[in-house]
């Protein structure tokens, strides 16, 4: 039997479970290469060698399929980023590695779903999807910070602006990361700490602008 036909038989005996990941797993890759808007139904059904209508019985169309893969890979995501802020006992610096080599292996083993994630992707608000999850992240992150600020003396409403400062430098590093794959992860997440870290190590507590023009 030519291998063509082998695949098509294969394809044709999933059971409707294994047919729905199938169809999971081809949308995530086409939506990671060409974006949504870019996606067909057409194109994820020729994919995978099914018919239209076998994907609308699925999803109801590319918005549900697509809205499966965002769902999935959100979770992923905020699962990783959470289960390395699990320790509340944990040095603050250690909890801050773990965060963002976290973050980086995701991009590492899941690169397709980062990509979509990284998109503007729709009814999900002017942010993207990136965007609302890490604003996530970042109140988690304002948590354990405000029990440090609190505890050397500074103000604990800043917490939350610290949290997006730092929640944000590493997202951007990490779309750098995901292009160029040197140094290694393990590398760019002690560089990302030692740069944020050794910052706030010498926070002041009512920081100024010191360079004014001249008037």
């Known amino acids: 039997m030519p291998a063509e036909e082998r ?42 060698g099914v018919s239209k209508p076998i994907v609308y019985g699925h999803f109801g169309g590319k918005e549900g399929l697509y809205a499966v893969v965002v769902d999935r890979e959100t979770g992923t995501l905020l699962r990783a980023l959470e289960d390395s802020l699990q320790e509340p006992r944990a040095h603050p610096r250690v909890l801050m590695e773990r965060a963002a080599l976290a973050f980086l292996t995701y991009i590492d083993e899941h690169e397709d779903g980062f990509r979509i994630l990284a998109r503007d992707s729709p009814g999900v608000g002017d942010g993207g999807t990136l965007s609302v999850l890490l604003g996530e992240v970042a109140r988690n992150v304002e948590r354990i910070l405000g029990v440090q600020l609190k505890q050397h003396g500074y103000p604990v409403r800043d917490a939350g602006m610290y949290a997006q400062m730092l929640v944000g430098m590493v997202a951007y590093t990490g779309h750098w990361w995901l292009e160029h794959r040197k140094p290694a992860k393990e590398e760019v997440a002690a560089r990302l700490v030692n740069l944020s870290w050794y910052g706030l190590g010498a926070l002041e507590k009512q920081p100024r602008i010191r360079a004014q023009r001249a008037s």
């Open 7 to 48: 695949r098509r038989a294969r394809t044709a005996r999933m059971t409707g479970r294994e047919r729905r990941e199938q169809l999971v797993d081809v949308g995530r890759r086409l939506f990671a290469e060409k974006g949504y808007d870019a996606t067909s139904v057409e194109e994820v059904a020729a994919a995978a």
